[in-house]
């Protein structure tokens, strides 16, 4: 095997290496993972209560709901966002389940594309699509609840 041949096949073999913790801290670094999670937070949360809202003002009267129901859902519903310990899901959930998935190589991969121009439009985009998907979905999801709820 010729010296060349076998550069390439080490550099093939780190490429398909587990990712490291570093090689997933730089990925999610390049997406800033913490404060796009914020950011979706936020987005969830309009459409989440509206849905509360939505819920309240159907069942208000069916249920015999207390007259503070509607804020005292708001406050939890904000209040368990907020403390959402990000942190501490992306060093120990996140990164061991993104090194369980991907290679040395993929993460690379992932983290050169979103550090550039398109990743990075994408990645900023996220939060208002899912934001755009969860007020679309609502109607569905409270007629489901209505289902449910006369079962």
């Not at 992932?110 to 994408?122: C, D, E, M, R, V």
């Amino acid at each position: 095997m010729e010296y060349s041949d076998k550069l390439l096949a080490q550099q093939q073999s780190a490429t398909n290496a587990p990712a490291t913790k570093e090689d997933v801290e730089r990925f999610l670094q390049a997406i800033d993972m913490h404060q796009t999670m914020l950011k979706m937070n936020e987005a969830i949360s309009k459409p989440m209560h509206q849905m509360i809202h939505e819920e309240y003002l159907q069942d208000k009267d069916k249920c015999n709901l207390p007259h503070d129901f509607e804020p005292r859902m708001d406050k939890i519903l904000d209040d368990s966002i907020k403390s959402t310990p990000w942190d501490q899901i992306i060093a120990q959930v996140m990164v061991p389940v993104y090194q369980k998935h991907f290679t040395k190589g993929d993460m690379e991969a992932l983290t050169a594309f979103y550090s550039g121009p398109t990743g990075q439009k994408f990645w900023r985009e996220v939060p208002a699509v899912m934001a755009d998907s969860m007020k679309a979905m609502m109607p569905i999801m409270l007629k489901q609840n209505a289902a449910i709820s006369q079962r």
